[in-house]
C-alpha cells in the first residue's frame, strides 16, 4: 500500500490478506480478503464508513476470518478505489457497487455488514438491487433523519505543524467516532490520517436525510442493526432507531462504545455480529 503506519494490528492483518484488484471501466476496485481461498467458510462482506477504507475494520477481520471468508472492500473514492467520475455519494455508487459485486463475487446473494456510510450504500443497493443481499447487518448508519445538532468538529487551517495536525485528528475522532479517549493512541491517529487523506468523495450530502427510512420498503433480506451506546451521531435519538428502522429483525447495542464500535469494543461487536450470523 505504500503508507507507513506505526500499528502492528494494520501489517499483522495485511500480512495474513490477498489484494484484489478488479478493473472496471471507471478504475479500480481494490478488495482485501482473509481466509482460505476455496474453504467452505461462509462469505461475509464488509464495507467501511465515510473517511476510511478497510482499515475501519482492522480489529475485526483476523477473529472473523475464523469463521468466516472476509471480503473488506475499500468503496470507489476511499483508500486504494477510484473514485467514479461524477460520483459524490452513496446513491451514486450504487450501480458501481453492484459491478463490483458481479465482477468480485457473481450472482452470490450476500450477507453485508455495513458501517456507517459503508452500511447507507449497502441499503441504497439492498433495495435497488434485493437479490443481491440476503442478509444485512447495519451498523451505526446515518440517512434515518435523526441527526441533531452538527458535531463540534475542527477543521485543517493553512499553516499547521505536524503535530497541530494530529491534534486535530485526536479531537475530532473523540467528537464522532470513540467515545473512550483512552483508546486514541497515535497508532489510531496513523490510521485516521492516512484514510482521511485518501478520502476522495466529500461532497456528501444525504447523510442527514432519511434516505434510508425510504429505502426500506423495498428491502427483501433479512435486517439488523449494531449501535454503539455512545455513538455520538445519535446522542439524544439511540432509542428512536429501531422505531423508524421498522424493518429491522433485531437491534443490539453495545453499551459504552462510540459510533466506530467494532474498533473501540470489538469483542462485544463480535460476540454480537457472530450471534446474527
Same mark, same amino acid.
Given at each position: ?37 476455496? /474453504? ?12 476510511? /477504507? ?70 441504497? !443497493? ?11 447487518? !447495519? ?21 499547521? /505543524?505536524? *503535530? ?7 479531537? &475530532? !475522532?473523540? *467528537?464522532?467516532?470513540? *467515545?473512550?479517549? &483512552?483508546? %486514541? $493512541? $497515535?497508532?489510531? %491517529?496513523?490510521?485516521?490520517? *492516512? &484514510? ?29 442493526? %449494531? ?8 446522542? &439524544? ?12 429483525? /433485531? ?27
Amino acid at each position: 500500500m505504500g503508507l507507513a503506519f506505526r500499528m502492528n494490528p494494520v501489517s499483522h492483518a495485511l500480512a495474513a490478506a490477498r489484494r484484489i484488484e478488479h478493473h472496471h471501466d471507471w478504475g479500480r476496485a481494490v478488495w482485501h480478503v482473509w481466509g482460505e481461498q476455496g /474453504s467452505p467458510r461462509p462469505r461475509l462482506v464488509l464495507l467501511h464508513g465515510g473517511s476510511g /477504507s478497510w482499515t475501519h475494520w482492522v480489529r475485526n477481520v483476523l477473529p472473523l476470518s475464523r469463521t468466516h471468508e472476509i471480503w473488506a472492500l475499500d468503496l470507489p473514492g476511499f483508500g486504494d478505489s477510484d473514485v467514479p467520475p461524477g460520483a459524490t455519494d452513496a446513491d451514486d455508487l450504487v450501480p458501481v457497487f453492484d459491478d463490483i459485486l458481479s465482477q468480485a463475487l457473481g450472482d452470490e446473494a450476500l450477507t453485508v455488514v455495513g458501517f456507517s456510510f459503508g452500511g447507507m450504500t449497502a441499503g441504497l !443497493l439492498a433495495a435497488h438491487h434485493p437479490s443481491r443481499i440476503a442478509k444485512l447487518v !447495519l451498523v451505526g448508519v446515518p440517512g434515518l433523519g435523526l441527526f441533531g445538532k452538527d458535531l463540534p468538529m475542527r477543521g485543517m487551517q493553512a499553516g499547521m /505543524s505536524e *503535530a497541530q495536525q494530529r491534534e486535530v485528528h485526536r479531537f &475530532n !475522532l473523540h *467528537a464522532m467516532m470513540i *467515545a473512550n479517549p &483512552n483508546v %486514541i $493512541d $497515535d497508532a489510531l %491517529i496513523d490510521l485516521q490520517q *492516512a &484514510n482521511v487523506a485518501r478520502d476522495r468523495l466529500r461532497r456528501r450530502r444525504i447523510a442527514r436525510t432519511d434516505v434510508l427510512l425510504r429505502a426500506q420498503p423495498h428491502w427483501q433480506c433479512e435486517v439488523h442493526g %449494531i449501535w454503539g451506546g455512545r455513538d455520538a451521531l445519535y446522542a &439524544n435519538t439511540l432509542e428512536q432507531v429501531p422505531r423508524v428502522l421498522h424493518r429491522l429483525k /433485531s437491534f443490539h447495542v453495545v453499551e459504552g462504545a462510540g459510533h466506530w464500535v467494532q474498533y473501540e469494543a470489538p469483542e462485544a461487536f463480535h460476540q454480537v455480529l457472530l450471534s446474527l450470523l
